[in-house]
């Protein structure tokens, strides 16, 4: 196929890092959109989308929200392929019956996941690895029918659903982002100070591995379309 058409759902709130890291890890044909402004795609006439991270909470009572919830579902029903990222991920099991609840503690910094299932989602990247992860909500019950794929001490990490993947980590982030986030969230002064001091290159570089999932997420995207072609053109050859 062509470059893929990707619906980008911005749900930062305007944040600049977001577009930039976004536009970094999706080798594909962007159409964004500030969802969190009321802006949402005409038509369902993508490849895929992605649904990105934000500062809010997907059983909040903002105005915004219902309506990317409904475009969301409509686009799932027309087997439009998804991928989201934290609230991406959350919103996303929320809209296919899961429960998205508050942890009572944030998980923030580099921390390991283990991805449980052969998910092409995560192909390349080693079954326990490293990510940067930011939230204090969490999938407590999975959309039924979805496969567990990711998760670590604190919560899930991944599932799956027919064309829907979410995972809970932040595989686009980079040390910039990672770093600008941690000063501005309400921590102690010492746990900001600890998840500062782990904002190496080091780390930087092993959580790089998780980027695949956006490569792989593509790859999930080509396929598709590559056998909706053949069958098209079987079909035709046949009349």
Partial sequence: MSIPRIAVLDASHGDRNTKRNFRRELDASLSEFDVTAGELPESFDYDAAVVTGSRSSVYWDE??????????????????????????????ADVLGGTVEGMGEYEIG??????TDDSPLFAGID???????????????????????????????????????????????????AAGLTRRKDLSEERRDTVLEGITEENYA???????????????VRGLADHAEQKSEQSAAAD
């Fill in 110 to 115: 580099y921390n390991e996941i283990a991805h």
């Fill in 206 to 220: 092993a959580a790089c591995e998780a980027k695949l999932v956006f490569e792989n997420f593509l790859g999930y």
């Fill in 127 to 177: 079954e326990t690895f490293l990510a940067f992860t930011s939230h204090s909500d969490a999938v407590v019950e999975l959309p039924p029918d979805a496969e567990p794929l990711a998760e670590n001490e604190y919560s899930n990490h991944g599932f799956r659903k027919d064309h829907v993947f979410g995972v809970q980590f932040h595989p686009e982030y980079d040390m910039e982002t």
């Fill in 63 to 92: 105005p915004w929200i219902a309506p990317t919830k409904a475009w969301i579902g409509d686009a799932i029903g027309r087997d439009l392929p998804f991928l989201g990222i934290c609230y991406g991920h959350q919103l996303l």
